[in-house]
C-alpha cells in the first residue's frame, strides 16, 4: 500500500509524542501516512508489549494511518545490521513513502540515534538496485528511495533546521497521546496506578509536550509547532514559502 508519508519510530509512542500534529495535518492536507515501529518497547517501566501494541494501534485509528506495522527488533539491543537493515528496505520498497520520518538524531535514549542512523541508512540502501529483496508473497521488490527523510526532535531540546506549524491540532495531539494509558498517568491511573513513576509518567511531562510546541513555534509566529532536523541541506524554490 502506497503513502506519501512514512513515520518510523523505535518504540510505540515515539511518533506520537514527537510528531502526531504533523501527521495530522499533513492528513487534512490530503497526504497519506503509514507508521512503523522497529520494537514493541517491552524494555519499558511501565506496562507490556502486548499492552503498548494495543495502545499503538489505537492511536494510528485516532491519527488516521493507513497502516501501522512493528519489525520486532528487540527494544534496547536493536543492532545496526545488515538483516535489520533488509527489514526496513522491505517496508520502504512496499509503500514507496516520498518522504520518512525518523528519530531524532541524537537523544537522552541511546536507541533514539541508533534508530536514526539504522533507519536513514536503509532509506539510501533501498535505492540500490543490486540489493535484492522480496514481498510477503516471495515477489521481487524493486527498488525505491525517499525524496527526503527528516529526523524529529524528541527529548533533548535540540536546535531544529524547520518547524511545522501544529496550530489547532495540539489538543488532538494530547488525547492520541493518552492512548499510551500504561505510560502516562496525568489524566486516570486505572489499572497502571501502582507503576512506577517514570521521567514521562506524570502531568508535568505532559506540561513539558505543550511547552516544546510553543517555544518551537515562537521563531515563526506559529502557535504551536514541531521540530526536525536534517543531515543535508534542504532546498527552496521560492522564498516566500519560507516564514
Do not use: W
Not at 21 to 37: A, C, E, K, N, P
Not at 106 to 129: M, N
Amino acid at each position: 500500500m502506497h503513502v506519501d508519508i512514512l513515520a518510523i519510530g523505535v518504540h510505540p509512542d515515539d511518533i506520537e509524542l514527537a510528531i502526531s500534529g504533523t501527521l495530522l495535518r499533513h492528513i487534512d492536507l490530503g497526504y497519506s501516512v503509514g507508521m512503523l515501529d522497529l520494537t514493541r518497547g517491552e524494555l519499558g517501566s511501565r506496562g507490556s508489549a502486548d499492552i503498548r501494541t494495543r495502545e499503538a494501534n489505537n492511536a494510528a485509528v485516532k491519527i488516521g494511518a493507513r497502516f501501522r506495522e512493528n519489525l520486532d527488533m528487540p527494544d534496547g539491543f536493536m543492532e545496526y545490521s545488515q538483516e535489520n537493515i533488509i527489514k526496513i528496505v522491505r517496508v520502504l520498497r512496499r509503500c514507496t513513502p516520498k518522504i520518512v520520518l525518523t528519530n531524532a538524531l541524537a537523544d537522552r535514549h541511546p536507541d533514539h540515534g541508533r534508530a536514526a542512523k539504522l533507519t536513514s541508512d536503509a532509506c539510501f540502501y533501498s535505492g540500490l538496485i543490486k540489493i535484492g529483496t522480496t514481498d510477503d508473497n516471495g515477489k521481487p521488490q524493486g527498488k525505491h528511495r525517499p525524496d527526503n527523510v527528516y529526523h524529529y526532535i524528541q527529548d533533548r531540546n535540540r536546535k531544529p533546521d524547520f518547524v511545522v506549524d501544529i496550530s489547532g491540532y495540539l489538543a488532538k495531539k494530547m488525547d492520541i497521546i493518552r492512548c499510551y494509558e500504561s505510560q502516562f498517568d496525568d489524566h486516570k491511573m486505572g489499572e497502571f496506578a501502582e507503576q512506577v513513576k517514570t521521567p514521562i509518567s506524570g502531568a508535568d511531562f505532559m506540561a513539558f509536550i505543550e511547552a516544546k510546541a510553543r517555544s518551537f513555534a515562537r521563531e515563526a509566529n506559529f502557535e504551536f509547532a514541531e521540530g526536525f532536523e536534517v543531515d543535508r541541506y534542504p532546498g527552496v524554490v521560492d522564498l516566500f514559502d519560507l516564514k
